[in-house]
């Protein structure tokens, strides 16, 4: 009888170390698979780095800086649904990932669905008050909805920030210029 138990043992001993080997080998290739994807993204190579971290997710589901660039990635290539799917995993996991929410902003205004966008941006702007660009992103979206008084005190806050950002003074004269202004109505 112990001959025979001691031989399931180490068969179940090989299957586990064989299983163990297996899943640091897919670990490895899902490391490096993310890693290329990321380099291809850097160089603006998007269908191949998509590929790559595809396969990179599948292996390895739970890297958020990878879904993030694979989020990145499919924004970038006008596949906006999938890219919302990646970013709120993060967010799932890291629901103040400043990186992500201004990612999911950006691809829900991209898929059209500019009051999701403008509320993740307030979400953003409330985590991260003080977040360069984030009132910015906020006031373009507002912008876009024709909400340009709240615009306005959006880009007067990120002008508060970053006193030189000249898109945001910009977008400020443009929104002044639109604005009826009181004087106009006195006359």
């Known amino acids: 009888m112990f001959p025979f138990f ?15 080997y297996e899943a640091r080998g897919e670990a490895a ?12 993204l850097g160089r603006k190579k998007y269908e191949r780095a998509i590929e790559s971290m595809r396969q990179a ?20 290539t006008g596949q906006h649904e999938e890219a919302i799917s990646h970013f709120k995993f993060v967010l799932a996991f890291d629901p103040k990932n400043t990186v992500a929410l201004l990612n999911l ?47 306005a005190e959006a880009l007067k806050a990120e002008l508060q920030l970053s ?14 210029l639109a604005l009826p202004s009181k004087n106009k109505d006195e006359k």
């Open 6 to 20: 001691k031989r399931r043992t180490d068969e179940a001993d090989q299957q586990a170390q064989a299983r163990i």
């Open 29 to 40: 290739r899902a490391d490096l698979l993310w890693k290329q994807g990321g380099k291809l």
């Open 57 to 76: 997710s599948v292996l390895e589901p739970s890297r958020l800086e990878g879904r993030l660039n694979l989020g990145a990635a499919l924004y970038l």
């Open 105 to 151: 902003a950006a691809a829900q205004d991209g898929a059209g669905d500019l009051d999701s966008s403008i509320a993740t941006l307030e979400t953003l702007v409330v985590e991260r008050p003080n977040w360069k660009d984030a009132h910015y992103n906020l006031a373009v979206a507002l912008f876009k909805r024709g909400r340009n008084a709240e615009a």
């Open 163 to 176: 006193p030189d950002h000249e898109l945001a003074r910009t977008l400020l004269n443009k929104i002044h």
